[in-house]
């Protein structure tokens, strides 16, 4: 009976020791990296803006959610190893509440096209978001890792997005928001 008692309190001990512990930010919807499962890294806290194009000689209207910048100063390998946390609201899911998006880059912005005009017609590219991996840490509190390597490029974690239209958008009512952003092998 001892012997299985320590043998349980061993294996106890081993699974306990194994699990993974990281540390919990103190911002609320704010995206940060785990560098070696002890520090909370900041990644570049950026303003995103809605954005309307259009022009009148095609008849074509560009709707987006863009970033100044050409490019992030965070760098990160995007292979699933790499760690991100945040600490959201209470009873929200993660799944709903979190996105990554790679942006579409230009000499001096960065971009997420979300619908374009041609002559009256709408269409809304398809989101080619990356899945994510989510792990709760404790109540509230998830870490979260690409399913896959990710792409060379820029990158953008929203949390909460909030529902954005492009006749808002046309009819110059700008939304702001934060996003979280990062670069994979630049």
């Known amino acids: 009976m001892k012997k299985a008692l320590l043998l349980l309190s061993f294996t106890i001990w081993g699974w306990a020791a194994n699990a993974q512990k990281y540390p919990v930010p103190a911002d609320k919807n704010k995206v940060v990296w785990v560098r070696q499962g002890k520090k909370l890294v900041d990644l570049e806290k950026t303003d995103l803006h809605t954005a309307y194009s259009s022009t009148r000689l095609t008849g074509k209207a560009?709707?987006?959610i863009v970033a100044d910048g050409a490019k992030s100063g965070i760098i990160r390998s995007g292979n699933p190893a790499d760690v991100f946390i945040v600490k959201l609201?209470?009873?929200a899911d993660p799944e709903k509440a979190i996105e990554l998006f790679r942006f579409e880059e230009d000499k001096d912005q960065r971009s997420i096209p979300l619908g374009e005009k041609v002559l009256g017609k709408s269409h809304a590219p398809e989101q080619e978001k990356p899945t994510l991996i989510f792990t709760k840490v404790e109540e509230n509190v998830y870490a979260i890792s690409p399913e896959n390597q990710?792409?060379?490029?820029?990158?953008?974690?929203?949390v909460n997005r909030p529902k954005v239209n492009m006749s808002s958008a046309a009819n110059g009512r700008v939304q702001t928001f934060t996003g979280y952003c990062f670069s994979v092998g630049n």
């Open 150 to 158: 990710l792409d060379l490029g820029e990158y953008v974690f929203i």
């Open 89 to 91: 609201e209470a009873g």
């Open 62 to 64: 560009n709707f987006s």
